[in-house]
């Protein structure tokens, strides 16, 4: 799912809008890239579906990071988030599925001393292969 996520992610007209570039779009990378806005995408536990099979169930939590200043381009961002991510769902690639795709909040508007940036977290739940 990951691969298909991230395509989607930097390829959608309406997040390159809003200055979201590829070399932004990072999966815990250490270093803090110069671009911004920057998101980070952190897959989290992967478990087996109850009824077997190459099926599984992830979280993915990503991270929005923007100049400190105001939210508004981070909320752009999660609000297009919402409605991309789960239009997703039964798309796939070589090796992966996405059966579903479900958002499940936004966190609090956070300032990231290490990155110098504000950020805000978006979660979602997705099932596939």
Sequence with gaps: MRAVIRTA????????ALDV??????SGD???P???PFLNLK???????????VAKRTTLAIWVHDTPNDYTRIDAI??????????LVGLQDLTDYVSQIT???DGV????????????ISNYTLNGS
């Design 103 to 105: 958002w499940t909040g």
């Design 9 to 16: 992610i930097i390829t959608d007209a309406t997040l390159l």
């Design 30 to 32: 250490i270093d803090t």
């Design 34 to 36: 110069e671009a911004r």
């Design 78 to 87: 999660l609000a297009r988030l919402r409605v991309l991510l789960p239009s």
């Design 109 to 120: 508007d956070l300032k990231d001393d290490g990155h110098r940036t504000i950020t805000r």
């Design 21 to 26: 570039i590829p070399e932004g779009v990072l």
């Design 43 to 53: 897959w989290g536990d992967t478990t087996p579906a109850s009824f077997g099979g």
